[in-house]
């Protein structure tokens, strides 16, 4: 999933998402920067529990911006909301993520993810490339207000993941992405298949762990858009009412 920090030999990476989850929960994190391009507070650095090390990315509540259309310090709940949905759908959408007491406070944790360097991503995100199709399902199932390029990261194994989540889940249609190359053509049956399943986990053990950090409204948006998917069968269009396209777009 990562490159694991190599100074001590006796250290190694999570054996997948499992494994990765507990150590971002348990682990200590050492701090060795910011991203400064990021609107909130996103650091990053090392996690490390016992032999298991990896590189994170950890946002602080207390370092989030005030949105006008989204409450107060919620922003790291819906990232984990995200998390949530894109295990349960089982298509990997967003690295492990957790929520736990950090450096700063509570916040995210998440597993950094080393993209391919080698991919142009303004290119990418206009192929018919299966992972960015799941993500485009993905994304309106969570209300995604910001599908940036930049938020879209290829690996060299050919997975596609996706992060900064922490605009979704609003009740109110606010789909915003570059993903609309599938807009208004049917979903393909696996993806309505994996729709069957979650509409059944968010009314069941899913809704309950998204209520954690979701409020009700926003828990029963969710379902009604999954709803909605499965009754069209067809990947969303711009509804018009909100700005179709992030900006900036990378």
């Known amino acids: 999933m990562s490159e ?9 990476g999570p054996d997948g998402a499992a494994e990765a989850r507990s150590l971002l929960v348990d682990g200590e994190i050492d701090l060795e920067g ?16 016992g032999e298991l090390t990896a ?6 509540v207390a370092g989030e911006r005030p949105l006008w259309d989204f409450p107060d310090g919620t922003l790291a709940g819906r990232e984990v909301s995200a998390a949530l949905v894109s295990e349960a759908t089982g298509w990997d959408v967003v690295p492990p993520t957790v929520l736990r007491e950090g450096p700063f406070g509570p916040g995210m944790v998440q597993l ?9 991503l303004a290119a990418f995100v206009r ?13 309106a199932v969570v209300n995604n207000a910001d599908r940036k390029g930049g938020h879209i990261i290829p690996t060299v194994e050919g997975h596609v993941y996706g992060v900064d989540h922490g605009i979704c889940f609003s009740p109110d249609p606010k789909l915003r992405t570059l993903l609309w190359r599938w807009a208004g053509k049917p ?3 696996a ?3 994996v729709l069957e399943r979650l509409a059944d986990d968010l009314r069941g053990d899913l809704g309950e762990q998204l209520h954690e950090h979701l409020t009700r409204r926003e828990v029963r948006a969710t379902q009604q858009r999954v709803a909605e998917l499965l009754r069209t069968q ?15 777009p990378f």
Request: with cysteine; proline share 14%.
């Open 191 to 193: 993806a309505l298949e």
């Open 234 to 248: 067809l990947h969303p269009e711009p509804s018009g009412e909100w700005p179709a396209l992030p900006w900036p």
């Open 127 to 139: 192929t018919d490339h299966p992972g960015l199709r799941r993500m485009a399902v993905f994304d």
């Open 34 to 49: 910011r991203m400064l391009d990021a609107s909130n507070v996103t650091l990053f650095g090392t996690v490390r529990s």
């Open 55 to 60: 590189e994170c990315v950890y946002k602080p």
């Open 187 to 189: 979903l393909p049956v």
């Open 112 to 120: 950094w993810i080393d993209g391919d360097e080698s991919v142009d």
């Open 4 to 12: 694991q920090p190599a100074a001590d030999p006796g250290l190694r």
